[in-house]
């Protein structure tokens, strides 16, 4: 018998079920991109019929941090770049659970730099998206690792001499199975490319551009924007590394040049997940290791009974 | 004393000095000897020269010994510049050059011929002399090339150890045969005999000869790494993940080699904060989660640490302590991470931290961290040392004999959860502010359990998990899980065994000796010779350093005239702690502070015990630098 029954119910779950029964009062400010994540995150997770209990939700630090306390699930808000080796680790432990990490370009790109690199590279099962919204809006408008050269700030206060990260160039590098760009503008396309990630069985990357009206003006809206894949003009195979690393070039620089290139940009669908590969070298047991401490006929082993290398 | 024998084995680091030693140890423990290893070594792969002792008696032995009795010198296979006086010397020499201001007197010396010059060792033969050694110069490798290959001159030495000793060869030939076969097992048994019958055929101008002992019990051979690995597996730990970073590295590998077979998980990862953050993740999801390092690599983990203390997640961490700051010296032990460890993270400080006294210790301490760190959901420490993490010593098998204790703590069931305090907004009161159990404790659900939905944050937060500044709130939630360490303080104190270890062999002593972790056993010997030289002296062991066992060192301190305080550091950290739990007993401390890169041998604790307690001028504060000996 199952610890957990929230796992796997299968059963009709309506959007309203991702909604606190007490909502607090958003911190976001009106107009803020943030709420768009979140309005399709409960389309998404209500479409797949995900029930809020199988479902964790791992936060970072900033604006972006704060998705948790308006979605309901369970949910781990962490600190500052790291919500990524928390994510993977409970997947790891709980392989049976929705795993979705979020948190903004400076949380993933910045601080958690590294973090992203790994968990793209290991392919973990999950889903990452990050708000970008080219800024550090909590801490009143830094530039952030997104920021376009030349951004002023009180932090660069004669212009940034650093280009922008590549966001979608790194997750490819890096060895992310599914990636994509979508924007708080356009809530249907941004629906149904979490549903693609959420279903995606390895680490599925989305750069959400989430507009800041307060601290970073000069993005406007993320409007108009392009669909890659509802316009001729961009042909291009998003099964096809070398195809997919060309787009996301033209796709990087485009943003700063004021053309909104959004849609799916990689999507590899033979790759074992981590947790495929991990099992398979038989590093990983074939039932959640979650599971093992509610089985109580489990037969827990014991070193006394390894002590014979010892003698 | 006892009868013993203090073998050390010496050699280029590469040159397979431990396993040849942890042969030989093992070895003398299936012949009835209790036996401990001290080992030292280089930070280098290759090169560098490294030596393994190897201390066995009749009675029990709790410590390295001061200096030894027996010479291997191997030579050095690997130096580099055995011509010319380089930057770090000629290197050749080394295994027997450097080995002997820690021969005792009369101590007998096999070297390799092949390989060291004796006339290249300054006043070589004068020393001999005065020390009335018994040198006996052997062409090992030139044994070992002709029956196979140069490698197997540890072979040829253990041989030549055994006739010299006058101890048989049956346990040795079948510790090879379990870790070799075919043609190179019947090689290295026939350098072995040849070795054993060209020295058996010399005279002997020695006395020393193998002990003679029997075990009450079976005995097993086991490190302060094997004892931590083994404590965390009987817990039901079946997820580690870490980074590479010596000593802790061993823990690391022991446990990566066990958990795929007994159906747990180990991850290698990127860096230590990732390692310490995978470690929170699979605990909030419901499984028994452990990470570690040594002190840079624990320097990391200081974030994902105050988010365990504050999201109240159980973990625990194990912290190697080598020589800092910085990458200090890599392989040497040092006590000096203590205040690191239980201070670092921003915040009020609350986690537990155990400092084991010896292998059996380890164990047990690891055993109880688990405990109370998923009973108390907060992360608990076990703070050890390379000395710890590497020593070999018998520790009687039946201290493994018990049953697993996989619980997962203060943890709730689907069914307890149902009838559990929930918000108005339907999430579970995770973060209660005044539970039921006046521990401090709120239990816990876990991710995809029916019912059990909360938001766990690293900032303050309402009972259900929801961010919040509110006073109130703040100060209810700070007190109760400080709170949780009075109960722990308050439960350890209640059981029947203590974590701290009294040695006291006379009755009414009016000195004291305190100590924390790896240094107890050499504590110990020391007490004991001070004992039996008449000096009224006892010690205590200290394990417990968060909570702090206050009402045990006050008593101990209070039965003392003056107590001398012996660690690894230079700062007097665990003084410093000490004086800061207790608020008193300044005056009656003095410190003995080694930081070399050796740990203390029982001798030169008496040494320093005689200098300031029994001195002319009590000192409040001596160093060993450089230390005797050493």
Request: net charge negative.
């Amino acid at each position: 018998m199952s610890g957990f029954n929230a796992i796997g119910s299968d059963r009709e779950v309506e959007r309203e079920e991702f909604t606190p029964g007490i909502e607090p009062q958003a911190t976001w400010c009106p107009g803020c991109g943030d709420f768009g994540v979140l309005k399709a995150l409960k389309g998404a997770m209500a479409e797949l019929g995900r029930d809020p209990e199988e479902v964790l939700l791992v936060t970072g630090i900033g604006c972006s941090g704060k998705l948790n306390s308006y979605f309901e699930s369970y949910g781990f808000h962490t600190i500052h770049g790291r919500s990524l080796p928390v994510a993977r680790a409970a997947k790891l432990a709980n392989p049976d659970l929705e795993v979705v990490a979020a948190g903004g370009d400076g949380d993933g790109y910045g601080i958690g730099g590294n973090h992203f690199m790994h968990t793209a590279r290991e392919n973990h099962d999950m889903t990452y998206i990050v708000f970008n919204n080219e800024i550090f809006g909590l801490t009143k408008g830094q530039t952030s690792p997104t920021s376009p050269k030349g951004h002023e700030s009180k932090t660069q206060p004669h212009g940034s001499a650093k280009s922008p990260i590549r966001p979608l160039s790194l997750a490819l590098t890096s060895g992310a199975s599914y990636v994509a760009r979508t924007a708080a503008v356009n809530p249907n396309q941004a629906q149904e490319i979490l549903v693609e990630a959420i279903e995606h069985d390895g680490f599925a990357h989305i750069d959400f551009l989430t507009q800041c009206p307060t601290w970073n003006k000069d993005a406007k809206q993320y409007v108009p924007y392009i669909d890659v894949q509802q316009n001729d003009d961009y042909d291009f195979d998003i099964a096809d590394r070398g195809e997919a690393a060309e787009m996301m070039q033209r796709t990087e620089r485009s943003l700063y040049e004021g053309e909104v290139l959004t849609g799916r940009f990689y999507h590899e669908t033979d790759r074992p997940s981590y947790g495929e590969e991990k099992r398979e070298v038989g590093e990983m047991p074939e039932e959640p290791l979650a599971e093992q401490y509610h089985d109580d006929d489990y037969e827990w082993e014991r070193s006394y009974d390894l002590l014979d290398t010892h003698k | 004393m006892s009868e013993e024998l203090v073998w050390r084995i010496a050699g280029g680091s590469g040159d397979g000095i431990d396993s040849t030693s942890q042969n030989f140890a093992k070895a003398l423990m299936r012949s009835g000897l209790h036996v401990f290893t001290h080992r030292h070594y280089p930070s280098r792969i290759r090169g560098g020269h490294t030596y393994v002792e190897v201390r066995a008696s009749t009675e029990p032995v709790r410590s390295r010994g001061d200096g030894h009795n027996f010479l291997l010198a191997l030579g050095d296979s690997f130096a580099r510049n055995p011509q010319e006086e380089a930057y770090y010397g000629t290197e050749e020499i080394k295994p027997l050059a450097e080995n002997l201001d820690d021969l005792r007197e009369g101590g007998v010396i096999v070297y390799d011929e092949g390989l060291i010059d004796v006339e290249e060792i300054p006043d070589f033969d004068e020393r001999v002399e005065e020390n009335d050694w018994h040198v006996y110069p052997l062409d090992l490798r030139e044994m070992a090339r002709d029956m196979g290959r140069e490698v197997m001159r540890n072979t040829a030495g253990v041989g030549a150890t055994g006739a010299l000793l006058e101890y048989d060869l049956g346990h040795i030939e079948d510790l090879m045969a379990d870790a070799m076969s075919g043609e190179v097992l019947e090689t290295n048994l026939e350098i072995l005999e040849a070795a054993y019958q060209q020295v058996d055929d010399l005279e002997f101008t020695h006395d020393l000869r193998a002990p003679e002992g029997s075990h009450e019990g079976e005995q097993v051979l086991v490190s302060g790494s094997n004892a931590i690995a083994y404590g965390a597996l009987d817990e039901g730990c079946r997820f580690i993940a870490g980074y590479p970073m010596t000593p802790w590295t061993e823990v690391f590998t022991l446990m990566s080699q066990h958990l795929p077979e007994i159906g747990g998980i180990s991850e290698q990862v990127e860096d230590e904060i990732a390692a310490a953050a995978l470690a929170i993740g699979a605990s909030h999801a419901g499984v028994k989660a452990m990470s570690g390092s040594s002190g840079g690599g624990f320097a990391l983990m200081s974030e994902p640490l105050g988010l365990a203390e504050m999201t109240e997640t159980p973990v625990v961490l194990v912290e190697a302590m080598r020589a800092g700051p910085s990458t200090g010296m890599p392989t040497k032990p040092e006590q000096g991470d203590l205040e690191h460890v239980l201070y670092t993270s921003q915040g009020d400080s609350n986690r537990v931290v155990f400092a084991p006294g010896n292998a059996a210790e380890a164990y047990e301490q690891t055993r109880t961290a688990f405990e109370l760190a998923y009973d108390y959901q907060l992360p608990a420490i076990v703070l050890y040392d390379q000395k710890l993490s590497g020593e070999l010593r018998t520790v009687d098998e039946s201290v493994f004999d018990r049953e697993p204790t996989p619980d997962l703590g203060s943890t709730l069931s689907e069914a307890e959860i149902a009838e559990a305090a929930h918000h108005a907004s339907g999430k579970f009161r995770r973060f209660k502010r005044d539970p039921d159990d006046d521990g401090g404790v709120s239990p816990r659900s876990i991710p995809g359990q029916q019912g059990g939905r909360f938001l766990a944050t690293g900032n303050e937060h309402t009972p259900e998990g929801h961010i919040s500044e509110d006073t109130d709130n703040r100060v209810a939630q700070l007190e109760r899980r400080l709170r949780k360490m009075d109960a722990i303080r308050d439960e350890l104190d209640g059981r029947e065994s203590t974590h701290q270890t009294l040695h006291e062999p006379v009755e009414g002593a009016d000195y004291g000796i305190l100590t924390f972790g790896s240094q107890q056993g050499t504590v110990e010997e020391a007490v004991d010779r001070l004992a039996a030289d008449g000096h009224a002296v006892k010690s205590l062991g200290v394990s417990a350093l968060m909570p702090f066992p206050e009402a045990e060192v006050t008593a101990f301190l209070e039965s003392v005239d003056e107590a001398l305080v012996v660690e690894m550091n230079g700062s007097a950290q665990f003084r410093g702690l000490i004086q800061k739990e207790l608020g008193r007993f300044g005056p009656k401390l003095h410190s003995l502070l080694k930081y070399n890169g050796n740990p203390f041998e029982p001798g030169e604790v008496v040494e320093g015990f005689e200098t300031i307690i029994d001195g002319d001028e009590p000192a409040p504060t001596t160093r060993f630098v450089p230390a005797a000996g050493d």
